[in-house]
């Protein structure tokens, strides 16, 4: 079985738990909050991922780090994925969590890169508009890449709309070099 497959089963278990106990929101946090330093930390990967180094070893370390700053329940989330020889897919539950949340509170993350800064009118106009095409929430990225020249690439999901100069005048110097060819 993949690790992803392995990892979404068993944070669908968790936001079973989370719900139950009325602590979503909460773990919901604690669980961006740890995949956001465990990608910040090559060491703590390769530590989750070693089998050499013991379970003890590894809770203690994640107590280290999390006791405190994240739920009783999420710390001994990691604990039972530890003990049951899960660390190395701990970081893709925890990201599986958060889709997992995402899907069920009808959360979209959308990205615009555009050539300039978007003003706040322009930001309203694309969330409107990626909101009335899913009809999620939306949790709109945006950053700049001047390289552009102009206009935007939108990217929600696997779909991505194009409206940047520079993408037309690719395609414009491919269309002629295409048409000089024949």
Known sequence: MSEITV???YAKSLIDLAEEQNTLEQTKQDMEFFVQVVKSSSQLQAVLRNPIVSHEKKINILKG?????????????????VNKSRGEILYYTAQEFVNLYNIKKF???????????????????IEAEVKEMTGGNIMLQARVDPSLIGGFILTVGDRQIDTSVSSSLKRLKKDFADKAIL
Do not use: C, H, T, Y
């Open 65 to 81: 780090l999390f006791s405190g700053k994240v739920s009783r329940s999420s710390e001994a989330f990691f604990a039972i994925m």
């Open 107 to 125: 959360i979209v993350k959308a990205s615009v890169v555009s050539a300039a800064p978007l003003n706040e009118a322009n930001r309203q106009a």
């Open 7 to 9: 990892a979404s089963r």
